[in-house]
């Protein structure tokens, strides 16, 4: 099967400035979640879609970050405006069910990630 | 709240020779617990898990994890290092009372394995 698809690979954009990230999950998969791992840290949750739905935004700065998944497929991540701490790599992740298996048969894929820089 | 710790920033170890790479949690229900592996410029790839069951559980590519409840530990360990598994290395924990299905990640281990 195909894996989750992330685009761009890599972002420069300078401060200020707004920036989208795009990730097609992999067919099927209901839950869709959005990390950002800063430089030296562990992935750190956004957000969490089931299907269109928002489970988990509790994370998210909300004043500059916002983020949508209109039918319940693709997703879009966007920062307006961006700060020079946003500078990470942002991983989307989709997974079959809410079950509490994770990764594995029907569990967590990752994408490859957005690598962003902001100056 | 929920936290995972990882307490060696680098583990360096000649090849053929055991590796381990620790891991403990802090969760208030039961943990459901990961392992993944980052290789340079790619997304996290899923070693193993541990539900419920055996302690002791076996993943890709010849790792295995020790679930330890009463150390709350899940260290991660392979019999004998290969140079390509050289990489950054994560653990991971989820609550089984927490609502959504998001993972708690460590800030990593950076696996060096030398020839």
């Known amino acids: 099967e195909a894996g989750v698809a992330q685009s761009p690979r890599y972002k420069i954009i300078e401060k200020r400035q707004s920036v989208a990230f795009w990730c097609n999950p992999i067919?099927?998969?209901?839950?869709l979640y959005w990390y950002q791992q800063i430089l030296g840290q562990g992935p750190k949750l956004l957000i969490q879609f089931q299907n269109n739905g928002v489970v988990d935004d509790s994370q998210l700065p909300k004043d500059r970050f916002s983020a949508e998944r209109l039918k319940g497929v693709d997703s879009t991540l966007k920062i307006q405006p961006a700060k020079l701490e946003d500078s990470a790599v942002y991983l989307c992740?989709?997974?079959?069910?809410?079950?509490?298996?994770?990764?594995?048969?029907?569990?967590?894929?990752f994408g490859s990630g957005t690598r962003l820089t902001v100056v | 709240a929920q936290s995972v710790a990882q307490p060696e920033d680098q583990v360096n170890v000649a090849e053929g020779n055991p590796l381990t790479v620790k891991c403990t949690y802090s969760v208030s229900g039961n943990p459901y617990l990961f392992w993944y592996v980052q290789y340079p410029n790619r997304g996290l790839q899923f070693l193993l898990k541990y539900i419920t069951g055996d302690n002791l559980v076996k993943g890709s590519y010849g790792f295995e994890a020790e679930f330890n409840k009463s150390q709350t530990s899940f260290h991660l360990k392979k019999p004998s290092a290969l140079v390509s598994d050289s990489a950054l290395y994560f653990c991971a924990v989820r609550d089984e009372k927490q609502a959504g299905t998001a993972l708690i990640f460590g800030k990593g281990t950076t696996l060096s394995v030398s020839s």
């Open positions: 992740a989709s997974s079959l069910t809410q079950s509490p298996g994770g990764a594995g048969r029907g569990g967590y894929t």
């Open positions: 067919s099927g998969h209901a839950t």
